[in-house]
């Protein structure tokens, strides 16, 4: 590992915004937060947003900007890049922002029923190949459900055709509505929260993808305790780019 990863590091232990529990496939005893976000983590009793996949953090921090009546932890397992996010909001004195480094795969560990109010999945890995990775999937929409209260949105930004059309799909399937949805955020003209919302932040990555002529597409919807979810069975167009920062993403890319 490289002097500046180490470096990172260091600077992340000791920042109070940030919980590091990268072992949470081996933790035994309950995490000492859940449950407890609220009254000793963020001192107040405002709804907590969550940004599972937050890499640099920069929507995390910018939903706090925005939002200062609302928590926001950013949760992701690559501590380095959390580290950029982590350093803003302590640097510029921010209360109501928490990073916690973890696998989303066990997010259900660190939150207890009704404590979470919403989820951001923005440029999700698509995870063409496995279904149980999708990060949309019924597979973690169970799992948020045990933390998330009744009706909480969930809200997908995303350059990919493929997990914006799977989610499509997996709604359709369940018998869920969503709020608001759109194939091209920028170029729609909306005037309901949720769009201006989501368009009102735009990272780093997102505006390479949009300099491409990749539409940025976004979707949220309510996730209800009781809903039954069905995944879908349709066969669903693969991705034929490779995004920034991703592994290739399609089978078609296997041969070039």
């Known amino acids: 590992?490289?002097?500046?990863?180490?470096?990172?590091?260091?600077?992340?232990?000791?920042?109070?915004?940030?919980?590091?529990?990268?072992?949470?496939?081996v933790m035994h005893e309950e995490f000492p937060l859940r449950g407890k976000w609220h009254d000793?983590?963020?001192?107040?009793?405002?709804?907590?947003?969550?940004?599972?996949?937050?890499?640099?953090?920069?929507?995390?921090?910018?939903?706090?900007?925005?939002?200062p009546d609302k928590n926001f932890i950013g949760v992701d397992i690559k501590g380095a890049r959390m580290w950029t996010g982590a350093k803003e909001a302590l640097l510029t004195g921010m209360?109501?922002?928490?990073?916690?480094?973890?696998?989303?795969?066990?997010?259900?560990?660190?939150?207890?029923p009704d404590e979470v109010s919403e989820i951001w999945l923005?440029?999700?890995?698509?995870?063409?190949?496995?279904?149980?990775?999708?990060?949309?999937?019924?597979?973690?929409?169970?799992?948020?459900?045990?933390?998330?209260?009744?009706?909480?949105?969930?809200?997908l930004k995303t350059d990919s055709n493929f997990l914006f059309t799977?989610?499509?799909?997996?709604?359709?399937a369940s018998g869920i509505e969503p709020d608001f949805k759109t194939r091209n955020l920028y170029g729609s003209s909306s005037t309901k929260e949720e769009g201006r919302q989501a368009s009102s932040i735009q990272t780093y990555y997102e505006s390479m993808w949009r300099a491409r002529g990749i539409d940025i597409k976004y979707l949220?919807?309510?996730?209800?305790?009781?809903?039954?979810?069905?995944?879908?069975?349709?066969?669903?167009?693969?991705?034929?780019?490779?995004?920034?920062?991703?592994?290739?993403?399609?089978a078609l890319e296997k041969h070039t």
């Open 1 to 25: 590992m490289g002097k500046g990863k180490l470096a990172k590091f260091a600077e992340m232990a000791a920042n109070p915004l940030v919980v590091e529990c990268p072992m949470a496939a």
């Open 40 to 67: 000793e983590f963020f001192h107040n009793p405002n709804p907590i947003v969550l940004e599972l996949g937050c890499g640099r953090g920069e929507y995390t921090v910018g939903l706090g900007k925005q939002y």
């Open 95 to 112: 209360k109501n922002i928490g990073f916690l480094r973890t696998n989303i795969e066990f997010i259900q560990r660190f939150f207890a």
């Open 122 to 155: 923005t440029f999700s890995d698509p995870q063409m190949k496995k279904v149980t990775k999708r990060l949309t999937s019924t597979y973690f929409l169970e799992r948020y459900r045990q933390f998330m209260q009744d009706g909480g949105l969930v809200h």
């Open 166 to 172: 799977y989610t499509e799909e997996m709604l359709k």
């Open 220 to 250: 949220c919807f309510r996730l209800g305790k009781d809903v039954s979810l069905v995944e879908p069975d349709v066969e669903i167009p693969l991705d034929e780019y490779r995004s920034y920062s991703r592994d290739k993403r399609s």
